[in-house]
């Protein structure tokens, strides 16, 4: 099973800015997967964040976020991003990479944003 490393989180203020990581193995070759980005706040479900398709390699965002989150994958190292700018405390939650639409995923990273 393919595991994914996410890194990045951590706690920030309003307005700030987060950049996450997602590292998929070496040798592994994630251009074959959509690549993304979803979250789970408090008693909260599960949403997707943002995703770069597989095929057209376009960029998909989650209404409350555009403008301000931006994904981006570096394929010569793996890894795949998630830039987070003008930080809002309803942003706080877990966040989750995945790829394949939901195939592999991450361990997850906190993100709390404080007022």
């Not at 890194?7 to 590292?23: D, E, Y």
């Not at 989650?62 to 987070?84: E, W």
């Amino acid at each position: 099973e393919v595991q994914l490393q996410a890194s990045g989180g951590g706690l920030v203020q309003a307005g700030g800015s987060l950049r996450l990581s997602c590292a998929a193995p070496p040798g592994f070759n994630f251009e074959e997967y959509a690549v993304g980005w979803f979250r789970q706040a408090p008693g909260k479900e599960r949403e997707g964040v943002s995703c770069i398709s597989k095929g057209t390699g376009r960029s998909f965002y989650l209404d409350s976020v555009k403008g301000r989150f931006a994904v981006s994958r570096d394929h010569a190292n793996n890894t795949f991003y998630l830039q987070m700018t003008s930080l809002k405390p309803e942003d706080t939650a877990v966040y989750y990479c995945s790829l394949g639409g939901g195939l592999f995923w991450g361990q997850g990273t906190l993100v709390t944003v404080s007022s």
